[in-house]
Structures are given as structure tokens and as C-alpha cells.
């Protein structure tokens, strides 16, 4: 025999209540999940974005990182050639300036200090062999160059300079003394040296036309010393000599020379 249940109305309402609200449950966890993989999508794909983005703007600093490098390099390189240039210039105004401290700027000659300082570290050596002293005047210069002018007067010293440039060894040193003296000294010369080079002075000369048939001459007058090996002398003594020679010279007319050596009992006079 066959017994059904029955159940009130009340309890299946409250079944099918149940059921629906598992059924909702289910779908909003359903929803859920889709939402949390679209966000997943979303967010994964702003990281990838963001990711781009950092690279790109990496990139774009490196770009004007290395363009801004590469500026400077070259700024640089300009500044350090600039610097060179001016060293140089420096420099080439630095030898400038000595070399006008320490030359003539007419006949280019080392001046009168120039040459006063070489004649002492000479003398402070000892050399083993003489040592050569001669002051050169110009006779009739003065007078040449009150007659013609100072301008051709310059052009006569230089004349005459460069040919007692000419004159002397490759060594010596020819300066101008005063204002128509020239200084030379002879490193490591001898006797015989000294005079051959005082003959050779004294044939220099240089003639101008100074008014129709007349004519002026610029000779040279030497006084010439030899420093020995085992001369005590020093510069001032041994220039004082040269110009007591150059005024016996003057005295008897010009055009010539006169010797002395130094450091040994005197010896005897040369005369050309």
C-alpha cells in the first residue's frame, strides 16, 4: 500500500525560495569570476602599456642623453682647441716680447744687454782656450747721418751690420754696443783668429753720394782683446780695454785696430 507524502504549501514555496537564491548565488559568483578575469585582462594590458611607456621614455632619454653627450664632446673639443690656440698665441707673444727685450729692432742684432750678459757667462766658464773682445765703431757714421738724413744713416748701419755679421765664424756673437758700436765676442779664439778678423773689419767700408762730387765714407775702427785661459779679467775690465784700444785707433784717424792679450805680461801692440 502506497503512502504519499504531503507536504504543505508553505514548505515547497520555501524550497523553490531556496533554490533560486542558489541559483543567484551561482550566477554572481559567475559574475564575479568574469569580472575578475576582465580585470585581470584590463590590468595586465595597462602593465603592458605602462611597460611601453617606460621603455620608450628610457629610450628617449637615451637618444637626448647621448645627443646631449655627444654636444658637449664637441664643446669641449672647441674649447680645448680654443685653449691651444691660445697658448700658442701666447707663446709666440712671450718669445715675441723676448726677443725685442733682448735684439736691436734696427739691425736685429742682440742689443747691448743681450750681449754684456753672454761676454760674463763666457768669462765665468774658465774656457780653456781665449776668449775674443771687440768694440767696432763706425768712423763718419754721425756725420753721414746728419748729411743724408737719418732715414739713409739707418739704412747704412744696417749695411754695415750685416756685413760684420758676415765677417766673423759661425759662433760668434755680434751685437749692437751703441749707437754706431757693435760688440762682438769670440768664444774659444786664439791669436791669430782674433787678428785675421780684425784685418777683415778693417776693410770694411760703405760710400755714399752726398752732394755732386762728393762723396762719404763709413769705415770701422777696433779695439780688440784676447782673454787667456788664465786671465782673471771680468767683463767690466775687459771692455774697458777694448774701448782704451778703440780710442787710440780714433786718435790717429780712424779705420784700424789695435790688440792687447790679458792675462799674461802685455804683449805687443798690432797695428794694421
Not at 632619454?61 to 664643446?75: M, S, T
Not at 771687440?134 to 739704412?155: C, P, Q, W
Not at 754695415?160 to 758676415?166: G, L, P, Q
Given at each position: 500500500?502506497?503512502?504519499?507524502?504531503?507536504?504543505?504549501?508553505?514548505?515547497?514555496?520555501?524550497?523553490?525560495?531556496?533554490?533560486?537564491?542558489?541559483?543567484?548565488?551561482?550566477?554572481?559568483?559567475?559574475?564575479?569570476v568574469?569580472?575578475?578575469?576582465?580585470?585581470?585582462?584590463?590590468?595586465?594590458?595597462?602593465?603592458?602599456?605602462?611597460?611601453?611607456?617606460?621603455?620608450?621614455?628610457?629610450?628617449?632619454?637615451?637618444?637626448?642623453?647621448?645627443?646631449?653627450?655627444?654636444?658637449?664632446?664637441?664643446?669641449?673639443?672647441?674649447?680645448?682647441a680654443?685653449?691651444?690656440?691660445?697658448?700658442?698665441?701666447?707663446?709666440?707673444a712671450?718669445?715675441?716680447?723676448?726677443?725685442?727685450?733682448?735684439?736691436?729692432?734696427?739691425?736685429?742684432?742682440?742689443?747691448r744687454?743681450?750681449?754684456?750678459?753672454?761676454?760674463?757667462?763666457?768669462?765665468?766658464?774658465?774656457?780653456?782656450?781665449?776668449?775674443?773682445?771687440?768694440?767696432?765703431?763706425?768712423?763718419?757714421?754721425?756725420?753721414?747721418?746728419?748729411?743724408?738724413?737719418?732715414?739713409?744713416?739707418?739704412?747704412?748701419?744696417?749695411?754695415?751690420?750685416?756685413?760684420?755679421?758676415?765677417?766673423?765664424?759661425?759662433?760668434?756673437?755680434?751685437?749692437?754696443?751703441g749707437?754706431?758700436?757693435?760688440?762682438?765676442?769670440?768664444?774659444?779664439?786664439?791669436?791669430?783668429?782674433?787678428?785675421?778678423?780684425?784685418?777683415?773689419?778693417?776693410?770694411?767700408?760703405?760710400?755714399?753720394?752726398?752732394?755732386?762730387?762728393?762723396?762719404?765714407?763709413?769705415?770701422?775702427?777696433?779695439?780688440?782683446?784676447?782673454?787667456?785661459?788664465?786671465?782673471?779679467?771680468?767683463?767690466?775690465?775687459?771692455?774697458?780695454?777694448?774701448?782704451?784700444?778703440?780710442?787710440?785707433?780714433?786718435?790717429?784717424?780712424?779705420?784700424?785696430?789695435?790688440?792687447?792679450?790679458?792675462?799674461?805680461?802685455?804683449?805687443?801692440?798690432?797695428?794694421?
Amino acid at each position: 500500500m502506497t503512502h504519499e507524502v504531503h507536504r504543505p504549501p508553505a514548505v515547497w514555496i520555501l524550497v523553490v525560495l531556496t533554490v533560486c537564491l542558489q541559483i543567484d548565488a551561482f550566477a554572481a559568483n559567475l559574475r564575479t569570476v568574469d569580472f575578475l578575469d576582465a580585470a585581470k585582462d584590463r590590468f595586465v594590458g595597462d602593465y603592458r602599456l605602462q611597460l611601453l611607456a617606460v621603455f620608450l621614455l628610457f629610450a628617449a632619454g637615451f637618444v637626448l642623453y647621448r645627443w646631449q653627450a655627444g654636444q658637449l664632446q664637441r664643446r669641449i673639443e672647441e674649447l680645448e682647441a680654443k685653449i691651444k690656440r691660445l697658448y700658442r698665441e701666447v707663446d709666440d707673444a712671450k718669445r715675441e716680447l723676448e726677443n725685442e727685450a733682448r735684439h736691436d729692432p734696427l739691425t736685429q742684432l742682440p742689443n747691448r744687454g743681450t750681449a754684456l750678459a753672454y761676454l760674463k757667462s763666457q768669462l765665468e766658464k774658465k774656457p780653456d782656450a781665449g776668449l775674443g773682445c771687440i768694440i767696432v765703431d763706425l768712423d763718419n757714421f754721425k756725420r753721414a747721418s746728419y748729411t743724408l738724413g737719418h732715414t739713409k744713416g739707418d739704412e747704412i748701419l744696417c749695411t754695415m751690420a750685416a756685413r760684420i755679421k758676415e765677417a766673423v765664424r759661425d759662433g760668434d756673437m755680434v751685437a749692437r754696443y751703441g749707437s754706431d758700436e757693435f760688440l762682438l765676442v769670440l768664444p774659444a779664439a786664439s791669436a791669430i783668429e782674433l787678428e785675421i778678423l780684425a784685418r777683415r773689419l778693417a776693410g770694411l767700408s760703405h760710400t755714399e753720394d752726398s752732394t755732386p762730387g762728393w762723396k762719404i765714407t763709413v769705415t770701422t775702427s777696433s779695439g780688440c782683446v784676447l782673454a787667456l785661459p788664465d786671465s782673471q779679467v771680468n767683463e767690466t775690465s775687459l771692455l774697458a780695454t777694448a774701448d782704451a784700444l778703440l780710442d787710440e785707433v780714433r786718435r790717429q784717424g780712424g779705420r784700424g785696430y789695435r790688440m792687447q792679450q790679458v792675462g799674461e805680461p802685455k804683449a805687443a801692440v798690432a797695428e794694421s
